[in-house]
């Protein structure tokens, strides 16, 4: 009896964890706060975000190809990344792009406290505001939610864009 019950436990484990890991991914839902994964429009548009920057390579590679073409994007950055490369948020600030916060390190985020989940949305901010960018956009790293990271998310009044 008590081997049935240990392997119904484990396959109830693996179930709950499976559902969780889908949930997570999930473009278009979230169990806390907002996100917008598409805008309803009737003109033919398209959105452009780019990920994990900025990196020198990044910006002056990516800089000359929007301007050509008339372009704005919205650069999802990293923190750790904005120190480690001084300048280059403000370029493609003064470049007329938007720029979203994409934590602080990038790090996975699940199974992590609070305070983790804070310090990585509240850093990145902080940097990107000083670097003159007033966005309260977020992406999440890896694409991955559940709970604690959006709760912090909406704490800081950012709604996460897929």
Do not use: W
Request: with cysteine.
């Amino acid at each position: 009896m008590r081997v049935k019950l240990v392997a119904g436990l484990v396959i109830a484990a693996v179930v709950i964890a499976a559902v969780l890991f889908q949930i997570s991914k999930a473009r278009c839902f979230q169990l806390v706060g907002d996100v917008t994964c598409r805008v309803e429009t009737d003109r033919k548009i398209v959105a452009l975000s780019f990920d994990d920057g900025p990196t020198p390579e990044g910006v002056d590679a990516v800089l000359p190809v929007l301007d050509r073409f008339g372009a704005k994007a919205t650069f999802f950055l990293i923190g750790d990344r904005i120190e480690k490369f001084p300048g280059q948020a403000e370029r493609l600030l003064e470049a007329g792009h938007e720029l979203g916060n994409h934590t602080y390190s990038h790090k996975r985020n699940l199974m992590k406290s609070r305070e983790f989940y804070r310090n990585e949305v509240r850093r990145a901010d902080d940097l990107l505001l000083a670097a003159g960018a007033q966005t309260k956009l977020f992406r999440p790293p890896f694409g991955k939610r559940l709970i604690g990271l959006p709760l912090e998310v909406e704490a800081a009044g950012y709604r996460t864009v897929t």
